[in-house]
């Protein structure tokens, strides 16, 4: 059985940075995409982003574009997410997602526990 386990959240000011870390424990060969989401209070999930394990086809949302970069080592069977210049709107439970492909991903597969990010103002 597949688990994710996020790490890296905590609290930033204005205009700073974090790494956030999705470990994946388990066989992994039957997922071959992953995702960042995440979700502020009273709203819905919202796409951050996505990629293919074989590190092919990074996609952004629209309010991360040049801020946010997704990566991933498959030799350690992990997914990141380097946050740059992080907004007061960028607070929210960030979640990660591995799923078949990049269409099922945010729908299926298997996601994290969730890790907090709080950006001060």
């Known amino acids: 059985q597949v688990q994710l386990v996020e790490s890296g959240g905590g609290l930033v000011q204005t205009g700073g940075s974090l790494t956030l870390s999705c470990k994946v424990l388990g066989r992994i060969y039957a997922y071959r995409a992953v995702g960042w989401y995440r979700q502020a209070p009273g709203k819905e999930r919202e796409f951050v982003a996505n990629l293919q394990w074989s590190g092919s086809g990074a996609y952004y949302g629209d309010s991360v574009k040049g801020r946010f970069t997704i990566s991933r080592d498959n030799l350690k069977d992990t997914m990141y997410l380097q946050m740059n210049n992080l907004a007061p709107n960028d607070t929210a439970v960030y979640y990660c997602?591995?799923?078949?492909?990049?269409?099922?991903?945010?729908?299926?597969?298997?996601w994290g526990q969730g890790t907090q990010v709080t950006v001060s103002s």
């Open positions: 997602n591995t799923a078949n492909s990049l269409e099922t991903l945010g729908t299926s597969g298997v």
